[in-house]
């Protein structure tokens, strides 16, 4: 599965890399346990640095998963984004509402909580 990691910076703009995962849930998970605070977030980022973009603001960042409102390709088959902001790691899978990931998928210790994703486990990935 095709996904973007990202941080949105103090230029406001939102800097990613793309990233492959098998498991949205694990992936939430191990970006909350690496890269909790904003700057191990952007060290991350800029660690893996696969396909880099800058994108204007948060909205730039979730065009590609909505283009039918903002014309823009979703080249990369992207299925989710990760976003570090306001303190912590947030999701969306449309690109326009964000949620954290404790909301998106239930918190720590047991992460109990799945929501459509169940698991972000997905057939013949």
Excluded at 19 to 36: F, G, I, Q, R, S
Excluded at 49 to 66: A, N, S, T
Excluded at 94 to 105: K, P, R
Aim: net charge negative.
């Amino acid at each position: 599965m095709n996904i973007r990691i990202g941080y949105y910076g103090k230029d406001e703009n939102v800097h990613s890399t793309f990233a492959k995962c098998m498991n949205v849930l694990e992936t939430a998970k191990y970006l909350e346990t690496v890269a909790e605070t904003w700057e191990d977030a952007k060290r991350y980022v800029h660690l893996i640095q696969d396909e880099m973009k800058e994108h204007w603001g948060v909205d730039g960042y979730g065009e590609p998963m909505h283009t039918h409102l903002s014309g823009v390709k979703n080249s990369e088959a992207l299925i989710g984004l990760f976003l570090h902001m306001k303190g912590k790691w947030h999701f969306s899978d449309n690109g326009i509402d964000w949620e954290t990931i404790e909301e998106a998928f239930g918190s720590h210790p047991d992460w109990q909580r799945v929501t459509g994703w169940q698991a972000g486990m997905v057939e013949n990935a």
